[in-house]
């Protein structure tokens, strides 16, 4: 079993940054496959990003060249750094883990386990 805990949420103003920092429990945390997922009120959970066991990322259209994930596999921490954001960001954000890691890194389901989610409020 593994536990996810997400922070760094909060309200911003549209332009500003966040970053979020997801801490997960386990001594295989480098053998992940980590994920970011958001959802939106009235909207479906959808893609944000993820980062490969080898440190291989890859992000939706929507947030690339704003958005960056990272890891420190030495306190068992992913990161979503946040840039540039606007008021469509605003989600409650979730990070998971696909382990063992599949191929199909944007699909909810292949994701075994699920932070609480922390919610992002973006202003215009």
């Known amino acids: 079993q593994v536990q996810l805990v997400e922070s760094g949420g909060g309200l911003v103003q549209a332009g500003g940054s966040l970053r979020l920092s997801c801490a997960a429990s386990g001594r295989t945390f480098s053998t992940y496959a980590m994920g970011w997922f958001r959802q939106a009120p009235g909207k479906e959970r959808e893609f944000v990003g993820t980062?490969?066991?080898?440190?291989?990322?890859y992000y939706t259209n929507s947030v690339k060249g704003r958005f960056t994930i990272s890891r420190d596999n030495a306190k068992n921490t992913v990161y979503l750094q946040m840039n540039s954001l606007k008021p469509e960001d605003t989600a409650v954000y979730y990070c998971?883990?696909?382990?063992?890691?599949?191929?199909?890194?944007?699909?909810?389901?292949?994701?075994?386990?699920w932070g609480q989610g922390t919610q992002v409020t973006v202003s215009s």
């Open positions: 980062i490969r066991s080898f440190g291989n990322t």
């Open positions: 998971a883990a696909d382990l063992p890691p599949t191929g199909s890194y944007s699909s909810r389901s292949s994701y075994d386990f």
